[in-house]
């Protein structure tokens, strides 16, 4: 099935009615990411089409398939708490995007705007900010 497996060790959050996993960690590589499912999956680019090999990093805005289920072949999108440039990593660029997005200077869409939700209480504002602060320096 194309589900989050209840051995696995992940924080991540399988939505397939919103059409997003959550919580992916920054850094995440394709096989730590296949590791937390109960079925094989592939991990494309957001174009959906470029493959990323098992090494790579997934991130937010990534096409993860379902492959091996009795489902087709499922697709949600990766989301990284705070990675809203869609590079995998938490960095100052996704700092100043935030702090854009909070003041309206910027606007972000799908995925990319819920990686602005950083702490995920659905309350796009400044406690997101503090928390992506608080990823930088960790």
């Not at 990411?33 to 991990?43: D, H, N, R, W």
């Not at 972000?108 to 930088?136: H, P, S």
Request: with cysteine.
């Amino acid at each position: 099935a194309f589900a989050l497996s209840s051995t696995g060790n992940t924080k991540c959050a399988l939505d397939r009615t919103a059409g997003y996993i959550y919580n992916v960690p920054a850094r995440c590589t394709v096989t730590t990411l296949a590791a937390g499912f109960e079925c094989g999956i592939e991990v494309y680019e957001k174009n959906g089409t470029t493959k990323l090999a098992s090494t790579d990093y997934v991130k937010t805005g990534c096409v993860i398939v379902g492959v091996e289920t009795n489902e087709g072949s499922p697709k949600v999108i990766a989301v990284i708490p705070g990675d809203n440039n869609g590079d995998g990593m938490i960095s100052s660029v996704d700092h100043i995007g935030l702090r854009g997005f909070i003041k309206q200077d910027t606007t972000f869409t799908g995925a990319f705007y819920e990686a602005c939700d950083v702490n995920r209480d659905k309350a796009w504002d400044t406690l997101d900010y503090i928390r992506l602060k608080q990823l930088l320096t960790n």
